[in-house]
């Protein structure tokens, strides 16, 4: 096939070839993609001229334009095009594996399969949150069901200025140094638009949370991608100082991490915070999962650290808090100047989350004690262990459970990607997992080293029978695939 460009010449990076006979032929490797996923390429001048390249002429543009708007792997068709002097590209195309959210979430919906590809509980949630939204929602008082401010409700404030309190013993004024957003996503949204400026460069943690990129690219910062490494996904001092140059302004940390349920240590901790600080960078801390840490484990604020106060907004979700995913009620706390800074720009964007839930939440946090905290991560922690022994008898590696709502097992001994053990295990075991290249970079030069093509990912966050039901399907006969 012919790939042709809308400028005479092509914009990638060229490899000379000394082929073609005087021609001047050289051959090159270009991404096929959907047209927005160029323009972001071109924004992170992955094409020195700034020059877009056009797929209107691709057999495969209606198929990309398709897929629009899914999360994608990585990159996967490429053409191997060279040129010749009428300004045509000879292309030779190389189909690489490939994955996406609407394959995966199908394969979770086909009948008899136990879901566990994503992260949402199948119980109804916190009861006192559930009980004091219906309260609100039937309450005469129509400020209930009217617009909050821009911060958030007075009630929700203060209840979080009780919970930082007695969960942390740490001060946190409620007029000044916390705000309300509609969702986690609003809020990391918000953030990066109101505190990256363009060209700033920002220190992700990979893998991530599929958002952080995006959100990154809109506010025109350009991504600089930390690999953690299987087995433990620890953050390690040389990695990160490696990362950092002159143009970098914030680094991103989540604990308890999604996907991987590594938990943050103390000296981890202490490896961020003492780069932060030695080259000013903002810290933002996505510690929704918070209240799920398991065994042993303690969920420590990267924020209570000497001298990151000032340079550190977190974020909180009673998405995850209360297992109500459905509620889009998260909040960030911070220091004033960044706080108030992140209130202007959620101004613009929703306003204001949904107001009787924001007076339900308030309700939640302070019947919240710390023993109640844990009967949900107790729950998930058993769910993590069982379904980890399952998981080990057939074949696969369990790594570091720690936290969070998921598990991360290598299928390599299987014989299959990890794509491919996730359509295997669907289809023949009735369970339904995700590969975790989904959660990388679309750079990633070495995934056959670190075995990102084999890891998958399980949720638990489930009642225990859902897990129960999954361990006796892997575990029946074949429990591994026949290669």
Same mark, same amino acid.
């Given at each position: 096939m012919v790939c042709r460009v809308r400028n005479q010449h092509c914009n990638a990076q060229h490899m000379k070839t000394g082929e073609g006979k005087g021609e001047g032929m050289e051959e090159v490797r270009v991404e096929e993609m959907e047209e927005a996923r160029v323009e972001e390429? /071109? %924004?992170a001048r992955v094409f020195p001229d700034k020059r877009q390249h056009s797929l209107h002429n691709s057999p495969r543009t209606e198929d990309i334009r398709h897929h629009t708007g899914t999360m994608r792997q990585e990159c996967r068709h490429w053409h191997t095009c060279r040129h010749t002097k009428e300004g045509k590209m000879e292309v030779k195309e190389e189909v690489k594996e490939e994955v996406s959210w609407e394959e995966i979430i199908a394969l979770g919906q !086909?009948?008899? /399969?136990?879901d566990l590809s994503q992260g949402y509980p199948d119980f109804p949630g916190d009861e006192v949150a559930r009980t004091l939204a219906a309260e609100h929602v039937l309450s005469q008082n129509y400020g209930s069901n009217q617009y909050a401010p821009i911060n958030g409700v007075k009630e929700l404030r203060e209840a979080l200025q009780r919970f930082y309190k007695r969960f942390y013993n740490v001060d946190v004024d409620a007029e000044k140094e916390v705000t309300v957003v509609t969702s986690g996503t609003e809020g990391l949204y918000v953030a990066k638009q109101t505190l990256l400026d363009e060209g700033d460069e920002v220190v992700i943690f990979e893998p991530f949370f599929p958002w952080y990129l995006p959100h990154t690219q809109q506010a025109k910062a350009t991504p600089k991608l930390v690999r953690l490494k299987a087995p433990d996904f620890r953050i390690t001092r040389d990695a990160l100082e490696a990362a950092v140059t002159p143009q970098t302004k914030m680094i991103v940390l989540n604990s308890p991490h999604n996907p991987t349920g590594? /938990?943050? +240590?103390? !000296? !981890?901790? %202490?490896?961020?915070?003492?780069?932060?600080?030695?080259?000013?960078?903002?810290?933002? +801390?996505? !510690? /929704?999962y918070e209240t799920v840490v398991f065994d042993e484990k303690e969920h420590l604020r990267i924020a209570d650290i000497d001298g990151m106060f000032e340079r550190t907004i977190t974020l909180g979700s009673a998405s995850k808090m209360f297992s109500l995913t459905g509620w889009r009620v998260a909040w960030w706390s911070g220091p004033e100047h960044l706080i108030k800074k992140i209130q202007g720009k959620h101004k613009y964007c929703s306003y204001c989350a949904p107001t009787p839930l924001q007076h339900a939440v308030a309700g939640a946090l302070d019947a919240l004690q710390v023993h109640k905290a844990k009967e949900v991560a107790q729950l998930f922690q058993n769910n993590a262990h069982k379904l980890a022994s399952a998981l080990e008898k057939c074949g696969l590696d369990v790594y570091a459970i720690e936290g969070g709502y998921f598990v991360i097992a290598d299928a390599s001994k299987t014989g299959l990607t990890a794509l491919e053990y996730c359509r295997w295990v669907a289809k023949t075991k009735k369970v339904a997992c995700v590969p975790l290249s989904i959660f990388y970079g679309p750079s990633s030069t070495s995934d056959k080293e670190d075995n990102v093509r084999s890891l998958v990912r399980f949720a638990i966050c489930k009642v225990e029978s859902t897990i129960d039901e999954a361990c006796e399907k892997l575990l029946a006969a074949p429990t591994t695939p026949n290669k």
């Open positions: 390429m /071109v %924004e !086909e009948d008899g /399969v136990t590594h /938990v943050l +240590s103390r !000296e !981890e901790l %202490e490896i961020v915070a003492d780069i932060a600080k030695t080259n000013d960078l903002i810290v933002l +801390s996505d !510690e /929704v």
